[in-house]
Protein backbone atom coordinates (compact mmCIF):
# COMPACT_ATOMS: atom_id res chain seq x y z
CA UNK A 1 0.00 0.00 0.00
CA UNK A 2 1.76 3.18 -0.86
CA UNK A 3 0.80 6.95 -1.39
CA UNK A 4 2.53 7.45 -5.12
CA UNK A 5 5.61 6.57 -6.33
CA UNK A 6 8.54 5.95 -3.66
CA UNK A 7 11.24 9.08 -3.72
CA UNK A 8 14.62 7.84 -3.58
CA UNK A 9 15.40 9.25 -0.21
CA UNK A 10 19.38 8.85 -0.85
CA UNK A 11 21.68 10.14 2.34
CA UNK A 12 19.73 11.48 5.12
CA UNK A 13 19.39 15.45 5.09
CA UNK A 14 20.79 17.60 7.93
CA UNK A 15 18.40 19.54 9.82
CA UNK A 16 18.81 22.79 9.57
CA UNK A 17 20.62 24.87 12.33
CA UNK A 18 21.90 21.39 13.15
CA UNK A 19 25.74 22.01 12.40
CA UNK A 20 25.72 19.51 9.95
CA UNK A 21 26.59 20.27 6.23
CA UNK A 22 24.58 18.23 3.04
CA UNK A 23 22.79 18.75 0.47
CA UNK A 24 19.22 18.23 1.15
CA UNK A 25 17.89 15.25 -1.21
CA UNK A 26 15.61 15.84 -4.09
CA UNK A 27 11.86 14.91 -2.45
CA UNK A 28 12.82 17.53 0.43
CA UNK A 29 11.41 21.35 -0.59
CA UNK A 30 11.49 24.68 1.54
CA UNK A 31 10.95 25.18 4.56
CA UNK A 32 6.49 25.55 5.43
CA UNK A 33 6.29 25.05 9.02
CA UNK A 34 8.88 27.30 11.45
CA UNK A 35 7.90 27.45 15.37
CA UNK A 36 10.10 30.34 16.63
CA UNK A 37 11.19 30.91 20.41
CA UNK A 38 8.08 29.20 21.86
CA UNK A 39 7.16 29.25 25.38
CA UNK A 40 4.83 27.65 27.22
CA UNK A 41 3.31 27.65 31.10
CA UNK A 42 1.17 26.22 32.90
CA UNK A 43 0.76 28.06 36.06
CA UNK A 44 4.49 28.32 37.36
CA UNK A 45 5.45 25.08 35.30
CA UNK A 46 7.74 26.03 32.47
CA UNK A 47 6.43 23.35 30.06
CA UNK A 48 8.50 24.78 26.52
CA UNK A 49 11.81 26.72 27.13
CA UNK A 50 12.14 28.56 23.76
CA UNK A 51 12.22 25.89 21.17
CA UNK A 52 12.66 26.69 17.42
CA UNK A 53 11.80 24.19 15.03
CA UNK A 54 11.69 23.92 11.26
CA UNK A 55 9.87 21.37 9.11
CA UNK A 56 10.50 20.86 5.04
CA UNK A 57 7.88 20.48 2.77
CA UNK A 58 7.69 16.64 2.20
CA UNK A 59 9.81 15.65 5.70
CA UNK A 60 9.19 13.42 8.11
CA UNK A 61 10.15 14.97 11.42
CA UNK A 62 10.22 12.40 14.72
CA UNK A 63 9.78 14.32 18.38
CA UNK A 64 11.36 11.91 20.86
CA UNK A 65 11.70 11.93 24.41
CA UNK A 66 10.49 10.83 28.15
CA UNK A 67 7.02 11.85 29.00
CA UNK A 68 6.39 15.37 30.36
CA UNK A 69 9.59 16.34 27.96
CA UNK A 70 7.40 19.16 25.99
CA UNK A 71 6.74 16.77 22.71
CA UNK A 72 3.12 17.02 22.87
CA UNK A 73 2.66 20.85 23.96
CA UNK A 74 4.79 21.58 21.64
CA UNK A 75 2.73 19.94 18.65
CA UNK A 76 -0.36 21.50 20.78
CA UNK A 77 1.04 24.62 20.01
CA UNK A 78 1.91 24.11 16.37
CA UNK A 79 -1.56 24.63 15.35
CA UNK A 80 -2.92 26.66 18.42
CA UNK A 81 -4.93 23.83 20.74
CA UNK A 82 -2.62 25.31 23.25
CA UNK A 83 -1.55 29.11 22.57
CA UNK A 84 1.32 29.26 23.41
CA UNK A 85 2.64 31.90 26.27
CA UNK A 86 5.39 33.62 23.84
CA UNK A 87 6.57 32.53 20.42
CA UNK A 88 5.31 32.53 16.73
CA UNK A 89 4.25 29.72 13.87
CA UNK A 90 3.99 30.08 10.67
CA UNK A 91 2.65 27.32 8.14
CA UNK A 92 2.56 27.50 4.33
CA UNK A 93 2.95 31.83 4.46
CA UNK A 94 0.58 31.89 7.55
CA UNK A 95 2.25 33.57 10.61
CA UNK A 96 0.29 33.59 14.02
CA UNK A 97 2.11 35.03 16.81
CA UNK A 98 1.36 33.95 20.22
CA UNK A 99 -1.05 36.65 21.63
CA UNK A 100 -2.79 35.35 25.21
CA UNK A 101 -4.15 38.75 25.74
CA UNK A 102 -6.72 38.74 22.36
CA UNK A 103 -6.67 34.67 22.63
CA UNK A 104 -10.42 35.15 22.18
CA UNK A 105 -11.09 37.79 19.74
CA UNK A 106 -12.61 37.24 16.55
CA UNK A 107 -9.82 38.16 14.12
CA UNK A 108 -7.29 35.55 16.65
CA UNK A 109 -9.30 32.71 16.50
CA UNK A 110 -10.21 32.76 12.85
CA UNK A 111 -6.03 33.00 12.40
CA UNK A 112 -6.14 29.86 14.57
CA UNK A 113 -8.99 28.45 12.49
CA UNK A 114 -6.70 28.87 9.12
CA UNK A 115 -3.81 27.61 11.00
CA UNK A 116 -5.54 24.29 12.23
CA UNK A 117 -6.58 24.01 8.07
CA UNK A 118 -3.22 24.21 7.38
CA UNK A 119 -2.33 21.54 10.22
CA UNK A 120 -3.89 18.25 10.60
CA UNK A 121 -3.98 16.72 13.88
CA UNK A 122 -4.29 13.34 14.67
CA UNK A 123 -4.92 12.07 18.24
CA UNK A 124 -4.27 8.82 20.20
CA UNK A 125 -8.31 8.46 20.53
CA UNK A 126 -9.25 8.82 17.10
CA UNK A 127 -11.91 11.85 17.79
CA UNK A 128 -14.34 9.88 15.26
CA UNK A 129 -18.01 11.05 15.03
CA UNK A 130 -19.66 7.33 16.08
CA UNK A 131 -22.96 8.84 14.77
CA UNK A 132 -21.40 9.05 10.71
CA UNK A 133 -20.15 6.59 8.88
CA UNK A 134 -16.39 6.23 7.69
CA UNK A 135 -17.55 7.84 4.65
CA UNK A 136 -19.68 10.89 6.46
CA UNK A 137 -16.54 11.32 8.92
CA UNK A 138 -14.32 12.18 6.05
CA UNK A 139 -16.75 14.47 4.25
CA UNK A 140 -18.19 16.18 6.79
CA UNK A 141 -15.40 18.86 7.36
CA UNK A 142 -14.52 19.19 3.53
CA UNK A 143 -17.75 19.96 2.68
CA UNK A 144 -18.53 22.04 5.52
CA UNK A 145 -15.20 23.80 5.98
CA UNK A 146 -13.49 23.97 2.48
CA UNK A 147 -16.42 24.15 0.61
CA UNK A 148 -16.07 21.61 -1.43
CA UNK A 149 -18.70 20.10 -3.61
CA UNK A 150 -20.43 16.66 -2.18
CA UNK A 151 -19.43 15.05 -4.92
CA UNK A 152 -15.85 15.96 -5.18
CA UNK A 153 -15.51 15.43 -0.79
CA UNK A 154 -16.70 11.78 -1.68
CA UNK A 155 -14.53 11.56 -4.50
CA UNK A 156 -11.74 12.15 -2.00
CA UNK A 157 -12.73 10.21 0.58
CA UNK A 158 -12.89 7.43 -1.31
CA UNK A 159 -9.51 7.54 -2.73
CA UNK A 160 -7.65 8.14 0.85
CA UNK A 161 -9.59 5.14 2.34
CA UNK A 162 -8.12 3.47 -0.34
CA UNK A 163 -5.22 4.82 0.55
CA UNK A 164 -5.13 3.76 4.40
CA UNK A 165 -6.44 0.28 3.16
CA UNK A 166 -10.43 0.93 3.87
CA UNK A 167 -12.34 1.05 1.15
CA UNK A 168 -14.66 -1.45 2.11
CA UNK A 169 -15.12 -0.01 5.24
CA UNK A 170 -16.36 3.39 3.96
CA UNK A 171 -20.54 2.69 5.28
CA UNK A 172 -19.84 1.03 8.17
CA UNK A 173 -19.59 3.26 11.71
CA UNK A 174 -16.74 3.53 14.28
CA UNK A 175 -18.17 1.31 16.39
CA UNK A 176 -17.85 -1.41 14.46
CA UNK A 177 -14.23 -0.68 13.52
CA UNK A 178 -11.01 -1.91 15.27
CA UNK A 179 -8.78 0.37 16.91
CA UNK A 180 -6.53 -0.05 14.08
CA UNK A 181 -9.53 1.04 11.48
CA UNK A 182 -10.25 3.54 13.08
CA UNK A 183 -7.01 5.17 13.83
CA UNK A 184 -6.75 4.71 9.72
CA UNK A 185 -10.10 6.23 9.00
CA UNK A 186 -8.89 9.30 11.45
CA UNK A 187 -5.46 9.64 9.38
CA UNK A 188 -7.53 9.28 5.73
CA UNK A 189 -10.24 11.96 7.00
CA UNK A 190 -6.87 14.52 8.23
CA UNK A 191 -5.36 13.89 4.58
CA UNK A 192 -9.35 14.45 3.06
CA UNK A 193 -8.69 18.02 4.09
CA UNK A 194 -5.15 18.49 2.37
CA UNK A 195 -3.24 19.99 5.35
CA UNK A 196 0.22 21.47 4.64
CA UNK A 197 1.24 19.34 7.69
CA UNK A 198 0.15 16.53 9.47
CA UNK A 199 0.63 16.33 13.28
CA UNK A 200 0.41 12.77 15.11
CA UNK A 201 0.47 12.67 18.62
CA UNK A 202 0.95 9.19 19.64
CA UNK A 203 -1.13 7.46 17.49
CA UNK A 204 -0.39 4.32 18.51
CA UNK A 205 -0.24 4.82 22.03
CA UNK A 206 -4.00 3.33 22.72
CA UNK A 207 -4.02 0.69 20.51
CA UNK A 208 -3.40 -3.12 21.61
CA UNK A 209 -0.12 -4.53 20.25
CA UNK A 210 -1.44 -6.48 17.33
CA UNK A 211 -2.60 -3.64 15.62
CA UNK A 212 0.10 -0.98 16.16
CA UNK A 213 1.83 -2.52 13.11
CA UNK A 214 -1.51 -1.81 10.66
CA UNK A 215 -1.52 2.11 11.77
CA UNK A 216 2.95 2.49 11.23
CA UNK A 217 2.55 1.36 7.96
CA UNK A 218 0.51 3.98 6.68
CA UNK A 219 2.27 6.39 8.11
CA UNK A 220 5.72 4.63 7.14
CA UNK A 221 4.03 5.06 3.53
CA UNK A 222 2.97 8.18 4.05
CA UNK A 223 6.24 9.39 5.17
CA UNK A 224 8.25 7.98 1.81
CA UNK A 225 5.32 8.78 -0.19
CA UNK A 226 6.12 13.08 0.39
CA UNK A 227 3.53 13.93 3.24
CA UNK A 228 4.56 16.13 5.62
CA UNK A 229 4.85 15.24 9.06
CA UNK A 230 5.57 15.61 12.46
CA UNK A 231 5.41 12.74 14.79
CA UNK A 232 5.48 12.30 18.38
CA UNK A 233 6.30 8.89 18.40
CA UNK A 234 8.09 5.84 21.21
CA UNK A 235 8.37 3.41 18.52
CA UNK A 236 11.93 3.89 17.67
CA UNK A 237 11.69 1.41 15.13
CA UNK A 238 9.15 3.09 12.86
CA UNK A 239 11.19 6.19 13.97
CA UNK A 240 14.31 4.46 11.77
CA UNK A 241 12.14 3.35 8.99
CA UNK A 242 10.08 6.65 8.17
CA UNK A 243 11.87 9.83 9.68
CA UNK A 244 13.96 12.23 8.03
CA UNK A 245 15.15 13.85 10.93
CA UNK A 246 14.64 12.32 15.06
CA UNK A 247 14.30 15.87 17.24
CA UNK A 248 15.59 14.69 20.94
CA UNK A 249 13.74 17.28 23.57
CA UNK A 250 14.06 17.06 27.25
CA UNK A 251 12.88 19.96 29.92
CA UNK A 252 10.60 21.94 27.67
CA UNK A 253 14.18 22.22 24.98
CA UNK A 254 15.98 20.55 22.07
CA UNK A 255 18.60 19.07 23.38
CA UNK A 256 19.61 17.16 19.48
CA UNK A 257 18.65 16.70 16.46
CA UNK A 258 19.95 15.01 13.24
CA UNK A 259 18.71 11.78 10.66
CA UNK A 260 17.87 8.72 12.38
CA UNK A 261 21.50 7.03 11.90
CA UNK A 262 22.92 9.62 14.11
CA UNK A 263 20.33 9.86 16.22
CA UNK A 264 20.01 6.54 17.01
CA UNK A 265 23.30 5.15 16.50
CA UNK A 266 25.58 7.57 17.51
CA UNK A 267 24.22 10.38 19.37
CA UNK A 268 26.36 13.65 20.56
CA UNK A 269 24.20 14.77 23.22
CA UNK A 270 24.74 12.93 26.92
CA UNK A 271 20.93 13.77 27.60
CA UNK A 272 20.16 11.70 24.26
CA UNK A 273 22.92 8.27 25.03
CA UNK A 274 20.96 8.32 28.27
CA UNK A 275 17.72 8.49 26.89
CA UNK A 276 17.87 5.81 24.57
CA UNK A 277 20.13 3.80 27.09
CA UNK A 278 16.88 3.94 29.59
CA UNK A 279 14.32 3.48 26.79
CA UNK A 280 15.80 0.65 24.75
CA UNK A 281 16.81 -1.60 27.95
CA UNK A 282 13.23 -1.04 29.51
Known sequence: MTVGPLPDHGPRPAPPGSGYQSDLPSHIGEVIVRAEGIEKYFGDNHVLRGVDLEVRQREAVMLIGRSGSGKTTLLRCINFLEEPTVGSVEIDGLKLDADPLRARSRS???????????????????????????????????????????????????????????????????????????????????????????????????????????????MEDLAHGGTTMIV?????????????????????????????????????EEGTKRFLRRFLNA
Open 108 to 218: HQEQIRQMRIRAGMLFQDFNLFPHMSVLQNCVEAPTRVLKQPKATAIERADHFLEVVGLAEKRDEYPARLSGGQKQRVAIARALCMEPKVLLFDEPTSALDPELIGEVLRV
Open 232 to 268: VTHEMHFARQAADRIVFMENGVVVEQGPPEQMLDAPR
